[in-house]
């Protein structure tokens, strides 16, 4: 797999998560009404979680992202610089 086509994979599944952790912030309840269960008794300890998770999970696809574009410069960077 490319370096490009990683980048951008990370990239999306960042903001997937990014999403998702907004999504649990805001609506805490759409995972409730989207399966129709109450997985915490309706505490909301559920939702913390999920929201802690995909900021964590957020957090590292944008780091992965972010040192797979530095080595992609570095590399074009290197390449430029043989010519």
Not at 9 to 14: D, M, N, Q, T, V
Not at 21 to 45: K, N
């Amino acid at each position: 797999m490319g370096s490009r086509v990683k980048l951008f994979i990370e990239i999306a599944l960042a903001l997937v998560f990014a999403g998702a952790c907004g999504l649990a912030l805001v609506a805490p309840d759409w995972l409730e009404g989207l399966f129709g269960a109450h997985l915490d008794a309706g505490h909301g300890e559920f939702e913390r979680a999920l929201a802690g998770g995909a900021g964590a999970a957020a957090l590292i696809c944008s780091l992965v992202a972010r040192g797979e574009w530095r080595r992609a410069r570095r590399v074009a960077g290197e390449v430029s610089h043989v010519r």
